[in-house]
């Protein structure tokens, strides 16, 4: 079965993040939310003037954050239903992390790295699969599924 994890890391971080690791994490995430391949997902490691402009151009938002998440799935219950292309693969869509963003909210945090790169892969992932944080509801129930998965993440370590 076809499980694509594509993982890009800007030169500059390359060495700081490890590639086999961000699969793990993002395949017990998917397989904890009930996603079986085959599926596509990529995930982008890159510096913070990046991840601003796309928020900038895509959310309408100019101002600095550590995760964007661009879905492919249907993700309000008014949309058409997703379908499946062809070859029967689940493009579920890109995650973009500030590695820089993610170093300065581990040292804000008290925590490691490692431990704040999970917990935005995770966060990353839950975007793409139809979490939202915009109303209260939806965060407490996004942010508690979050801690689920980092608690499982981070106890395989």
């Known amino acids: 079965m076809l499980e694509e994890i594509g993982i890009s890391v800007e030169e500059k971080f390359r060495g700081l993040v490890d590639e086999s690791w961000v699969r793990e994490i993002t395949q017990q995430g998917l397989k904890a939310e009930g996603i079986i391949p085959p599926y596509e997902v990529s995930l982008v490691f890159t510096d913070s003037e990046t991840v601003r402009r796309l928020n900038r151009d895509y959310r309408g938002v100019d101002a600095p954050t550590d995760v964007i998440a661009f879905h492919m799935l249907s993700q309000k219950e008014t949309s058409p239903p997703f379908v499946l292309p062809p070859d029967g693969v689940t493009r579920l869509g890109e995650v973009i992390i500030s590695y820089p963003q993610a170093v300065e909210q581990a040292k804000e945090q008290g925590h490691s790295v490692e431990q704040e790169l999970a917990l935005l892969i995770i966060h990353g992932i839950l975007h793409l699969l139809g979490y939202d944080h915009e109303q209260p509801e939806e965060e407490a129930k996004m942010r508690a ?13």
Do not use: Y
């Open 145 to 157: 599924r979050e801690k689920e998965l980092l608690a499982r993440a981070t106890s395989r370590r």
